[in-house]
């Protein structure tokens, strides 16, 4: 029988190759010479083949290719004009991440798929999802594999536990318990590597994968003290059968005292700890779920009646830094576990390297199994000094071999005095300024963008990671010479060159700002600056020339703070910025033995008021043993140090420490007051909500209401397009039309509850700078007024949280105002006052309401969070007030459909329409709507059609949530997400609401009883209003809001508010509405900050830009 | 290579009283431990043994191991200086031959009808004239009391490894980075026995592993053996029972009788304190 002998499509000859020039090439470049045909050929040349390859690195990148051709190729292409429904099996398989099942379900839909807009953007996402999925269970299974690390996945039983502790830490007769410290450095990425520290790349293409890494100390710049290694861990043997953890930088404690405890990350603020217990193999992670008790565990590893303790403690750097802290937490941690139980030979001074590298791995282990995870460099504190880490082709014997083409740990190259001399080192520690710019964010999405453009080796990113391996070297040899000026020329040319070109989001507006004034402020003395980590904002560096560079951090450290204040409002900061004094650390992790008392003063104020509490007769050794070394400091101290002092305060009760004042409660009063608030009405909620009468259940419409999907005639526009086209700019000419956008909430998902104010965040560089998202609303509106020749007025509906910011950016003259836009202020009318959710309300949102899984620790981790939430809800008082965060924090703007009877309320319509009386229909949008234009075209259909509303929807697309345009009961309306009866509901809807909405002025104002006349009758308006905001439905919603304490440390808590919203006026009886289909480019909306790359890609971002005018 | 020469050490502080524990043998005879390792070592062909005792220990054992049909030497080591130190005070007696050497503190139970333990690896190390350790294949929750050794099989001949690198009581993590040696099952690691054929220039290396401060071990000079010449672990059909283990004397006693001729009785008796518990 003849074999086919046909060679494979283009796209499988791209992953399949050989030759470098042809794997390498990009996706998007081959699809240039291909024909449609051919491209569709390919995407089924591709499912064949990434369900038939053994290899995982072939299979991952056919997925990447598919999931781009889904999303970019095909819809580019025109390929995908037809839209549909998402199938809900399809929809249910990617929630619970069966992202196979969710392709086949995809694939066997109705119609072919491929030419599907909705059905190909589902399969775009399950094939990103599988591919990423594919990657992170290979790096769990090859840290599961790495020698040393496998014994631990196989003990399942206390009997077959094999370690013991070393005798040196036991006690000698009568004497104190001895103390294990392991002090560690955290590490900085001199090269950075173009993210190429991902495990993902590194295995992939370890060649590519190339730091270099420096060990570092520091100490907060002005404190006075000395550098010195920023992680501490510490170890001793306790007198009872628990295991006691204790974090002294975030003042936590708990004992443990079962196996389920331990395993439960996500319960307190001791997972890193719990995780360090645990990878260290003082409890393997094969005891995960054994019908053991811990105490048995102790038994075997300390003897019967014995238990330890680890403390963790952090020197004053706060979270964020991008020095990879956290991860050489848990390495010193991990480390000084490993010793004690003889896993490490060496129990003092520096680790031997074998033991390093089992560190590293078990690290890698521990931030998977606390559902993180960080890059192979990151343990770099563990290793000593100066070092070049490069990723490790996999040998024969390897875990990793015939799976990846590199090993999971990679190589470190101590860097010697003979490879960069004593001179280089200390010319790099005088030249070089450390800061934290104080910003907080989430990396994870640029980590992900970073992996899907290697595989797709799109042509100018791949350029840019090459020029990026160059870098390296560049760096490395400036560094050998000790040429800091060249290597501050060369790390600033490589973050706003090639990182920048894979990962544009690795600058943003305050760095960009920042920079700026660095190099103005210090002229000839500013040799560089240098991003530390995914990306800037967080820990980053300056370079400067040795004899400015005290003089320097001065004028840094004010720039910082100035740019900070400009930007805090818009961007989420988490303190304040810093700036670091620190030196290189030589030893890597140490460990040493701590006299008595040596424990951080944060431990002893911590521990004493339960220590001293106790009667005498009841104190433990470990008890005795503090107690006795407080006294013993503060015995040997003619005046005892303030750090000492703080120990005592800790026996005062709360408030008589004098740092608590109320004027937080004074600002949240006055807030309350000056906003609107109806205490009456929040009540009556508070009521009902207790008693079960409204809450996320009742949201829904009845179980018996019809749900149907549209049919295209209620879609279709009232005219011709060019007949509208003339309608719309005859309006526009007369001045008839102004613009609303909605800026009153504070985006909850874009910062993940931050409380910034999102109008205002410089998301995206538009006409060559960073702008917001109001500066791209006025900026179109000014390009459409100035073609119309009229005034446009822009309003801006505000709340309490963003009206002042707003208001202080358009005075700051940020923006060109001129004749053609006129910015309006409209402020907010209504406030609620967020509520302490109730435990019924969570359970519904966590276990009725649809959300996607996440990988199986992370999953954990958040079954865990939530056990913790339900506590806290419970012991704060389900639906009392929430007060216990930031004023800002505790307020909520009460929904969308409040913002244009606040414009009548606060009397703003009224004032324009007397300034403006052509005006007469307004385009109201959403802030992450930015496609929304005053399209003449729309518009003509609007004042074609004749209704008093008309809402612009789109075809649906997976992302697409909450809700859309159906038919209810026989009528054609707007529905939320909420308010569906059922979950499966939404998947009959092919149309997702844009909330972008051309009003009729007068229309609106009759059906609330007004007239334009009556505007001015401020009691008539009140009521109107109030009458009409009866009629609404009211929903009740969980959102989520951070808490921000001790130093950069955030907890997000879930609040109950209620809302009412706009599209429901699309279901009163006597508005007349008509809908019409946009695109998507006009009508998506920017939710989340990991659209970004994708919205700049697939065309979106041009097409904005492409509607303004920012000139 | 004929060997003739045996050491057994039995000078462990504290523990001197294990040697002269009662058990019974094989045929229903009561023997103390000690008899029962000098009488493995001399049906393997040994004809001289030199037992290294704590000082003033000599006259006890003597009593215990009359009449056995071999020359028994006893050597005092002075002072606790571990096991290595107690191996080299016998170098005088060894002079200069191999020697067989075995730990006091393990009784060995062979599962080869014709031959015991040291029988098995006196034949083996004369095959192959080299310096070969008994070894065993034990779970890693019990490495932690052994000597471990890494190595590769020798010419794939079963049970004969060339060792490549060995471990004093290493845990599981270091086990499993160095120590991995194929053909056993997972979680287990080929660790001592306590029956060595070494050459008598293992003295030389134990002196020279002598810094002079704390105690000597055998381990560092094996290791330094391996690297100098060739040294073989060979697989023992049989088992070591630990008599210094919790229940040690127990387990080890029940794995006699077992292997004798009244197993049917013990087992019969065993199966009624079962019922019972």
């Known amino acids: 029988m003849a074999v086919s002998t046909s060679p494979p499509h283009p796209f499988v000859e791209l992953i399949v190759s050989t030759c470098p020039e042809v794997r390498d090439r990009s996706l998007f470049v081959l699809c240039q010479d291909l024909a449609d045909d051919a491209i569709l050929a390919g995407c089924e040349a591709l499912e064949g083949f990434w369900q038939d390859t053994p290899n995982l690195y072939e299979r991952v990148r056919a997925l990447t290719f598919l999931s781009a051709l889904h999303r970019y190729v095909l819809p580019a292409r025109g390929l995908t004009e037809r839209f549909g429904r998402i199938p809900a099996e399809a929809h249910g398989a990617l929630m619970r991440r069966r992202f196979r099942e969710a392709i086949r379900a995809f694939r066997e839909a109705e119609g072919d798929a491929r030419r599907n807009d909705t059905l190909a953007s589902g399969l775009s996402r399950s094939y990103a999802r599988q591919g990423l999925q594919y990657l992170a269970d290979q790096v769990r299974q090859s840290v599961r594999s790495v020698p040393g690390n496998q014994w631990m996945f196989r003990m399942g039983h206390a009997d077959d536990y094999p370690l013991r502790l070393r005798p040196e830490l036991r006690p000698a007769d009568g004497a104190e318990t001895p103390v294990l410290r392991e002090s560690t450095a955290v590490r900085m990425d001199l090269s950075h590597s173009s993210w190429s520290d991902i495990f993902f790349l590194a295995m992939d293409r370890p060649e590519f994968a190339r730091v270099l890494n420096v060990s570092i100390n520091l100490a907060l710049h002005g404190s006075g003290e000395r550098p010195k290694p920023p992680v501490e861990a510490y170890f001793r043997l306790i007198d009872r059968p628990v295991i006691r953890l204790v974090s002294v930088d975030l003042g936590a404690e708990t004992e443990v005292r079962s196996l389920g405890q331990l395993f439960d990350f996500g319960a307190d603020y001791l997972g890193l700890l719990k995780a360090a217990v645990i990878a260290s193999g003082l409890v393997p992670p094969g005891l995960e779920g054994a019908p053991i008790g811990l105490e048995q565990v102790l038994e075997r590893f300390l003897g019967p009646g014995w238990g330890f303790e680890l403390i963790s403690n952090v020197n004053n750097i706060p979270k964020g830094s991008r020095l990879a802290v956290s991860t050489n937490l848990l390495a010193s941690l991990i480390a000084v576990c490993m010793r004690v139980s003889g896993q490490a030979p060496l129990l003092e001074g520096p680790l031997d390297e074998p033991s390093r590298r089992l560190v590293a791995a078990r690290a890698i282990l521990g931030e998977w199994l606390g559902g993180s995870g960080g890059g192979w460099q990151d343990s770099g504190g563990v290793w000593p000094g100066i070092k070049l880490i490069e990723g490790c082709t996999a040998q024969e014997g390897d875990p990793e071999w015939g799976v990846s083409r590199g090993r999971l740990l990679p190589r470190h190259t101590v860097l010697d005095r003979s490879d960069v001399p004593a001179t280089a080192r200390q010319a790099l520690e005088k030249s070089l300024v450390l800061v934290h710019g104080g910003m907080a964010q989430n990396v994870g999405p640029i980590l992900e963008m970073v992996t899907e453009k290697y595989l797709l080796r799109a042509e100018a990113e791949w350029q840019a990671r090459r020029a990026s391996l160059a870098a390296t070297s560049d760096i490395l040899e400036a560094l050998r010479a000790g040429d800091i000026r060249r290597l501050g020329a060369l790390t600033t040319a490589h973050f706003f060159g090639p990182l920048q070109t894979i990962i544009p989001w690795a600058n943003n507006a305050f760095t960009a700002r920042l920079v700026e004034s660095v190099r103005e402020a210090l002229g000839e003395a500013f040799w560089g600056f240098w991003m530390l980590g995914g990306m800037s904002g967080g820990g980053m560096g300056f370079i400067v020339e040795p004899s400015a560079r005290e003089q320097s951090k001065d004028i840094i450290a004010r720039l910082l703070l100035q740019t900070k204040e400009r930007y805090q409002e818009s961007l989420p900061f988490a303190m304040d910025p810093v700036i670091y004094d620190f030196s290189i650390n030589e030893n890597g992790s140490t460990a040493d033995w701590v006299s008595s008392g040596g424990l951080p003063s944060a431990y002893y104020r911590l521990r004493l008021p339960g220590i001293v509490r106790k009667p005498a007769a009841q104190m433990r050794r470990d008890e005795a043993d503090d107690l006795r070394a407080i006294a013993r400091r503060f015995g040997q101290q003619a005046l005892p140090q303030a750090a000492d002092l703080s120990i005592l305060t800790a026996l005062l009760p709360e408030g008589d420490a004098g740092s608590k004042d109320d004027g937080g409660s004074v600002s949240l009063a006055r807030l309350l007051e000056e906003n609107g608030f109806d205490p009456a009405q929040h009540e009556t909620i508070r009521g009902r909500l207790r008693a079960g009468k409204i809450g996320l259940a009742q949201n829904r419409l009845p179980p018996t209401t019809l749900i149907e999907d549209v049919s295209d005639a209620d879609l279709r526009p009232p005219m011709s397009e060019a007949a509208a086209k003339r309608l719309g700019e005859a309006a526009l000419a007369e001045g008839s039309v102004g613009v609303v956008t909605l800026a009153a909430g504070a985006g909850s998902r874009w910062t993940q509850g931050a409380g910034v104010v999102k109008a205002l965040h410089p998301f995206a560089e538009f006409a060559g700078r960073h702008r917001n998202f109001l500066e791209v609303h006025l900026g179109k509106s000014r390009r459409r007024a100035r073609a119309a020749g009229v005034r446009i007025p822009h309003f801006i509906t505000v709340s309490h949280l963003t009206g002042e910011p707003i208001r202080r950016w358009l005075d700051r003259g940020d923006v060109i105002a001129d004749e053609s836009v006129c910015p309006v202020i409209s402020r907010g009318c209504s406030i609620g006052l967020r509520f302490v959710p109730t435990e019924r309300d969570l359970r519904f949102a966590w276990e009725e309401m649809p959300q996607e899984e996440l990988d199986e620790q992370a999953q954990k981790m958040r079954a865990s969070g939530r056990r913790a939430l339900l506590e806290w809800a419970r012991a704060a008082g389900e639906a009392s007030d929430y007060r216990d965060n930031l004023p800002g924090q505790c307020l909520h703007p009460v929904g969308h459909w409040y913002e244009v009877p606040n414009m009548l309320l606060n009397g703003t319509l009224h004032r324009i329409l007397q300034e403006q009386p052509s005006l007469r229909t307004l385009l109201i949008h959403n802030i992450d709507t930015l496609g929304a234009d005053v399209d003449p075209v729309f518009l003509g259909y609007h004042l074609g059609g004749g209704s008093a509303a008309t809402f612009e929807v789109i075809s649906r697309r997976v992302e697409d949530h909450g809700g859309g345009l159906a038919r209810v009961d026989g009528r054609v309306r707007l529905v939320e997400g909420l308010a569906l009866p059922t979950e499966a509901d939404e998947f009959k809807l092919r149309f997702y609401n844009t909330l972008s909405t051309w009003l009729d002025i007068d229309a609106y104002l009759d059906s609330l009883g007004l007239g334009r006349g009556s505007l001015g009758d401020e009691g008539a308006v009140r009521t109107a209003v109030r009458e009409a905001a009866a009629r609404m439905p009211t929903y009740l919603t969980i959102k989520d809001v951070k808490k921000r304490w001790g130093r950069g440390q955030e907890d997000v808590f879930p609040v109950m508010q209620f809302e009412r919203l706009w599209g429901d006026i699309s279901a009163l009886p006597d508005f007349p509405v008509r809908f019409l289909q946009v695109s998507r480019w006009r009508g998506q909306q920017l939710k989340d900050p990991a659209q970004l790359d994708s919205w700049l890609r697939d065309g979106s971002h041009a097409y904005v830009e492409s509607l303004a005018d920012f000139a | ?277």
């Open chain 2, 1 to 277: 290579m004929k060997i003739r020469t045996a050491v057994l050490t039995a000078a462990k502080r504290g523990h001197t009283h294990l040697p002269l524990q009662t058990m019974i043998d094989r045929e229903g005879y009561p023997q103390t431990a000690l008899a029962l390792q000098l009488r493995e070592l001399i049906d393997a062909g040994i004809e001289r043994v030199g037992i290294v005792v704590a000082p003033g220990q000599a006259p006890i054992f003597r009593e215990a191991v009359s009449g056995l049909g071999a020359r028994i030497d006893f050597i005092e080591q002075p002072e606790a200086r571990g096991f290595g130190d107690a191996v080299r005070r016998a170098r005088d007696f060894v002079n200069g031959e191999a020697f067989l050497l075995a730990v006091g503190d393990h009784l060995f139970i062979s599962t080869n009808p014709d031959k015991n333990c040291a029988r098995q690896l006196l034949e083996r190390a004369a095959a192959s004239e080299t310096a070969m350790a008994a070894v065993q294949a034990t779970h890693e929750s019990e490495i932690g009391l052994y000597g471990t050794i890494g190595g590769v099989l020798e010419d794939r001949e079963r049970g004969l490894f060339r060792v490549r690198h060995m471990v004093e009581k290493p845990t599981p993590t270091q086990a499993e980075v160095e120590l991995l040696v194929p053909g056993l099952r997972s979680g287990h690691y080929l660790c001592f026995f306590g029956l060595h054929v070494l050459p008598a220039r293992i003295f030389d290396l134990l002196d020279a592993a002598d810094d002079g401060n704390g105690p000597v071990g055998l381990t560092p000079a094996l290791e330094r053996l391996a690297q100098e010449e060739t040294f073989h672990a060979f697989e023992i059909e049989g088992r070591r029972y630990n008599l210094e283990a919790r229940h040690g004397l127990l387990l080890a006693q029940l794995a006699l009788a077992l292997n004798s001729r009244h197993r049917e009785e013990i087992l019969e008796h065993l199966v009624r304190l079962l019922a019972k518990a």
